[in-house]
Every structure is written in structure tokens, then in C-alpha cells.
């Protein structure tokens, strides 16, 4: 009878494998059979250690959120446990002869803490119940609710029988029989069991057989059932997760793939072929969590752009559209649909200001940006198509070299009369660092303040600095994030050769758009910059004793805050140069609730700056809103794009009379202490 038992539960395993394996080999065919974009990466071996180590081990970027993190930080090493306990399971099962692997104080420390995570991992499935459908979390309603329902009742119930068969074996009813396991371990290894079994009634010893093997089979079929499930669910991450973790991108944040104009013939990505095997992994490590979602400025101010419904919208293409073409139900051509339109809008597209707070927030690494902008590369290159304020900016680089329909010939013309080395006009000129003064701070009267304040800072510490000025082009960074990025190409190859002809190699730039394009972007196109931030570079001055910065008498009244650019911090984690030159003269500082890397975007990233925001509440009005919640007086802000945006929002919301957006370099130009 334990012959074919033992028999039976050998086929019922390599039955259960073999599906877990058939559906994995399902998604691996997708991912390299499906997609036409190949890419590659370095080993870089050591960067990968650590970031599993930090996020799939130590669950870094979960525990960012307490609650949710914590649970899920205490699920995962619970499985981990338990595979020891389930691996022992099914072996002793099939064989009753054999014993555990390890002996002595290890047998006792595994069992121990097995003992200690089952019952942990039950009160975590109740406070997940708790989270979901009595608190009700915003980022979970709507999404797969029976999955987690039905994945909780698996592991609840793989918990509750586990606890059966142990106070059985603690109360002596499996003593003898074949295949039982842990028979020989002391009660004091499993004090939760032990404490269980010392109070619930004895198991009747007529029953006893019966008992441990109906609950031992019920055990091993839910555990065999999770198997089954887990690569046909959401929670096929299990699997994903860790493997998206080791191989993340080891790029700069942000970093855009290049297209090689001579060589592509599919520009952008228009249907599941236009992504690569990378992408794919990110769709199948998905969590569904809703971290991204909830922390997308766009969703929080009543847009409809969901970068989770992005990411499993695009996931569920996958998996359907690449099963139709390995059950040869057609050609490419006519099985792949396009992505845009359905199930992925147009409008969702377009809502997104690449602040990164998805990909920052996402516990498995997926980067929802690259591929939101490969569809807008879709939408424009392919098909001219976008907003019509990004058409129109489109037409202005192409025309004027900026956003604006300004004559390049007047890029300077806010420097008359301040003296600044023009390397347009002097060429020949001697100097140490270039300043890129970007097209917002070049044109638009407001933000040329901070031009006119960074060379003020510059000068008063003896710099040696030019600028470019009308030989000064936009960097293209606009027009890359919207998705034109045959004419960014062209801003970019421009200014690679006006950089290489007056042999630039440092550069200071006021508009952290300007400064990530330098430094991430350029590197693809031939040429290597150092990069600083004119924050990084005052802070820098000022703690060399080259400049001195004093407060004003008005100071001790005010009261300041600082909104952190995306640009400036996400991509180029940027957060303590500004800080610490507001701490240079402010006696009340006060951060917004969402800074740092959870800074809030001002809306203009992507291109937005030149689009119409027209659904639900402004970005920058729901940031001011937040300057306002800690009384702020001054909104410091260290970006033209932020500035244009939060001056605006100020007016509009009638704060005028009761908040100031200053620049960094303003403030400090004013406090020089001579």
C-alpha cells in the first residue's frame, strides 16, 4: 500500500513540475523567440551580487514602505524556510527511508524557525486580508482580487496542515508510520506545534492513520497546486522577480536606447516584437503591488495613466498574442496587433513626465519609462502623431534650435552687459568650464534670472567659465522624452561638434534636463563631459572658502522649503547640494511630506513643459498645495522647468502675496557676503 502511495505521489510531483516547467518554457519562448530589438549587457557580476543581496534577500526597496514591506519581507523568508520543510516532505514520501539532510543543532535551527514562520506567515495572510479588503488600500482594489484571494487560501492552508501534521506527530498519532517526518525531533524545536498540541483534544487513536494521511495528502495537494499556479498567476514573479533583479540595466537611471536611424527599419515600439527579452522580464516579474501607480504624479492628480496597467496590459499581450504564435495560428504580421490604442492609450502615453517615481518605487526593478517613450517613438516616428503643443515644439527646435520661436542669433542676449566670455564671438577665448545655460533660462525673462544669478555667483569666486551662446543649441531632451528622437539626434550631433570644436570638457549646467542629457546621454553620441549641477558646484565653491554666503535680516522670518527636480535627484541622486545651500542661510527649513526620492514632480518633465495639461488637477498645483501644507514662504527650487511650473501654479492658486519660487542661484547671488 506505501509502495503505490509512494508511487502515486512520485507521478503527481513530476506531474506538477512538468507543468510548472511546460508553462515557464511558455514565457521563455516569448521572450526569445517573439522579440526583434536584441540587446546585450555586461557581466558586472559584483553590482548584481549586491542587488540581489539588497532587493530580493533583504527586500530594500520593499521595506520603503513599512507596512506592505514588512509583510511581504516576512512572506518571502517564509518560503524560504519552508522549502527546507517541503523539500524533506516530499522526499520522505517518496521514500521512507530517507532522512533529512542535515542533523543535530542545524536539524533543530531549520525545524525551529519552520515552526516559528508558519505561524507568522498565517498572520500575515490575515493582515493581508486586512489590507486589501477591510482597510481597502487604494493601490490594490480592481486588480486580481480572486489570484490574491485564492494564492492567500493556498498559503493559509499549507500553514493550518503543516500545524495538523505536527501536533499529530507531537501527540504521538503518526509514531511509526512510514514516510511521517520529523518523528525524532524534541517538542522544544517546534514550541509553537508544542503549545498548540498541549491544548487543543487528543486526536482519538482509532482515527489516528487516517487522520495524518488525509491531512498529510491534503498538504501535498495544495502544495503541488501553488506550483501548478504560480507561473499561470501574478504571482509568476516568484520566478521573474529575482531573475529581473540580477539582470537589471546597468545603465544611468534614465538612460535612453539609441536608434540607429541608418540601420533600423521598425522605429519605437509598436507591437510586442518592438520589445526586448529584457522587457519582457519586467512584464513577467510584475508584482501588481501598485507602488508605481500610487507614486505616479500623473495618476495622483486625476489622469487616467496607470504605469502598473501599462506594465500588465503589456504583459497579458504577451502571453496571449505569443501563445497564438507558437500554436502557429498565423504570421507575425497578422497576429501581432499593435499595442497602442489596445489596450494601451494614446492619452496615458502622453500624460506620463518621465519623473521616474515608478521605477523608483518598484520593488523588482521594472522600468516603466523606457517604454512609455519607445511608444511615443512609435506614435511620432511612424506615424506623426502627438499633441499638438509638441508638434509645434517639434517645429521650433527643428527651426529656432529651442522650444521657443526665438531668433538663435538673441540666445545671449540676456548676458548684455554682464561680461561673460561668448565663445560665439570670441573663440579663441581662454577658459576652465563651459556654462550651458539651456534654452528656459536663455529665453523665457523669468527664468533668465538664474542665468544672470549662476554667473553672478561664478564671477564672485573668480571662475573661469564661457558660455556657448548662439552656438548653444537645445540638448534635445524634450524632444528625446516625447518620442522624437530622429530630432533629437540631430540637436545632440550638433552639439557634440560645437562641444569637440572649442574642446569643452567641464560644464556647468543651471536645468538638470540639460544636465542629464550632457552626462547620461551624450556619452552614446562620441563625447565625455564633466558634469556638475550649479547646485553641486556652488556647494562646492562655497566649501572651498571661494564664495561666502550671508543671511539677509529678512531671513529669520522666513520660512523655507525645496522641491527636488527629477532630473536633479531620481536620475542623478542629487538631494544634499541643494539642502545644504538653503542651510546656508535659512533658519526655518521644512521638507514637503513627498521629497527626495519620493520628491513630487512639477509636471513638465517629457515634454509637458510644452504641453496642455488639461484633465484633472495640475501636477504643479498639487505640489504648491504641498509647500503651502508647511507654511513655506519661499519654494526653492534648482531647475527653469520647476520654476516656470510652480511660479505659474502660485498665481494661478492667488498665493502671491504669501509664497515666493526662488532659484538656488537667486537666493544665494543676494546673500553674497562681500
Not at 530630432?487 to 550638433?494: F, V
Amino acid at each position: 500500500m506505501l509502495y503505490l502511495f509512494s508511487v502515486l505521489l512520485l507521478i503527481a510531483v513530476l506531474a506538477a513540475v512538468g507543468l510548472f516547467l511546460y508553462s515557464i518554457y511558455e514565457n521563455a519562448w516569448n521572450m526569445f523567440r517573439v522579440p526583434l530589438k536584441k540587446i546585450s549587457m555586461p557581466v558586472d557580476i559584483l553590482r548584481r551580487i549586491y542587488l540581489v543581496i539588497r532587493n530580493v534577500f533583504l527586500q530594500g526597496k520593499l521595506l520603503k514602505e513599512a507596512g506592505g514591506g514588512v509583510m511581504h519581507f516576512l512572506f518571502f523568508w517564509g518560503f524560504i524556510t519552508f522549502a527546507f520543510y517541503s523539500s524533506y516532505f516530499f522526499l520522505k514520501g517518496i521514500d521512507p527511508s530517507f532522512g533529512f539532510f542535515l542533523s543535530g543543532p542545524l536539524e533543530y535551527a531549520v525545524f525551529f524557525t519552520v515552526d516559528i514562520f508558519a505561524a507568522i506567515m498565517i498572520a500575515d495572510v490575515f493582515y493581508s486580508v486586512y489590507r486589501r479588503w477591510i482597510r481597502k488600500i487604494k493601490r490594490y482594489q480592481g486588480y486580481n482580487g480572486f489570484e490574491a484571494a485564492f494564492i492567500l487560501v493556498l498559503i493559509g492552508g499549507l500553514m493550518i496542515t503543516y500545524f495538523m501534521l505536527s501536533i499529530a506527530r507531537l501527540q504521538g498519532i503518526s509514531a511509526g508510520i512510514p514516510g511521517a517526518i520529523m518523528e525524532s525531533l524534541p517538542s522544544w524545536v517546534t514550541p509553537i506545534s508544542s503549545f498548540l498540541a498541549s491544548f487543543l483534544p487528543r486526536i482519538p487513536s482509532s482515527i489516528g492513520p487516517t487522520y495524518y494521511w488525509t491531512i498529510w495528502s491534503l498538504h501535498a495537494f495544495i502544495f503541488l497546486t501553488f506550483l501548478v499556479y504560480i507561473p499561470r498567476s501574478k504571482h509568476l514573479h516568484l520566478v521573474a522577480a529575482p531573475l529581473n533583479v540580477l539582470l537589471a540595466d546597468n545603465k544611468p537611471i534614465g538612460q535612453l536606447t539609441t536608434m540607429d536611424f541608418e540601420k533600423d527599419t521598425r522605429f519605437g515600439a509598436t507591437d510586442i516584437r518592438d520589445f526586448s527579452w529584457k522587457d519582457y522580464l519586467d512584464f513577467y516579474a510584475c508584482t501588481e503591488c501598485g507602488r508605481c501607480t500610487a507614486n505616479c504624479p500623473a495618476n495622483m492628480t486625476g489622469k487616467t495613466l496607470s504605469p502598473r496597467s501599462i506594465i500588465w496590459d503589456l504583459r497579458e499581450t504577451v502571453i496571449a498574442q505569443g501563445r497564438d504564435l507558437r500554436k502557429g495560428k498565423g504570421e507575425a504580421d497578422t497576429v501581432l496587433k499593435p499595442v497602442i490604442g489596445d489596450p494601451i492609450k494614446e492619452e496615458d502615453l502622453w500624460s506620463c513626465t518621465t519623473c521616474m517615481a515608478c521605477v523608483e518605487q518598484c520593488p523588482v526593478m521594472i522600468d516603466h519609462v523606457d517604454k512609455i517613450i519607445d511608444m511615443r517613438r512609435s506614435l511620432v516616428l511612424n506615424q506623426g502623431k502627438a499633441p499638438q503643443e509638441a508638434l509645434t515644439m517639434f517645429s521650433n527646435i527643428e527651426s529656432y534650435f529651442s522650444p521657443y520661436a526665438n531668433d538663435p542669433a538673441s540666445r545671449a542676449d540676456w548676458a548684455q552687459g554682464i561680461d561673460v566670455v561668448d565663445l560665439s564671438k570670441t573663440p579663441d577665448a581662454n577658459y576652465e568650464y563651459l556654462y550651458w545655460v539651456g534654452c528656459l533660462s536663455s529665453y523665457d525673462r523669468r527664468n533668465q534670472e538664474i542665468a544672470k544669478s549662476t554667473v553672478k555667483l561664478l564671477k564672485e569666486a573668480g571662475v573661469s567659465f564661457a558660455i556657448l551662446g548662439s552656438e548653444e543649441k537645445c540638448t534635445g531632451d524634450p524632444a528625446r522624452r516625447a518620442g522624437n528622437e530622429y530630432l533629437a539626434q540631430n540637436m545632440i550631433t550638433q552639439n557634440v561638434e560645437t562641444l569637440k570644436k572649442h574642446k569643452v570638457q567641464k560644464v556647468i549646467a543651471s536645468c538638470p534636463h540639460c544636465f542629464n542629457s550632457l552626462k547620461n546621454d551624450y556619452r552614446k553620441f562620441g563625447i565625455e563631459l564633466e558634469l556638475y549641477h550649479h547646485t553641486q558646484f556652488i556647494d562646492g565653491l562655497i566649501r572651498e572658502g571661494k564664495l561666502k554666503i550671508t543671511p539677509n535680516e529678512g531671513d529669520k522670518g522666513e520660512v523655507f522649503t525645496y522641491h527636488d527636480p527629477c532630473y536633479l535627484g531620481r536620475y542623478n541622486r542629487e538631494f544634499d547640494a541643494p539642502r545644504d545651500l538653503v542651510g546656508t542661510f535659512a533658519t526655518d527649513f521644512r521638507e514637503m511630506k513627498m521629497n527626495k526620492t519620493k520628491g513630487l514632480c512639477c509636471g513638465a518633465g517629457g515634454g509637458r513643459l510644452f504641453m496642455d495639461e488639461s484633465v484633472g488637477t495640475k501636477i504643479s498645483h498639487k505640489r504648491i498645495e504641498m509647500a503651502a501644507e508647511v507654511n513655506a514662504s519661499t519654494v526653492v527650487t534648482a531647475c527653469p522647468f520647476c520654476m516656470t511650473m510652480l511660479d505659474d501654479a502660485r498665481k494661478v492658486t492667488n498665493r502671491e502675496e504669501s509664497m515666493d519660487v526662488m532659484d538656488i542661484s537667486e537666493l544665494l547671488a543676494s546673500r553674497i557676503k562681500k
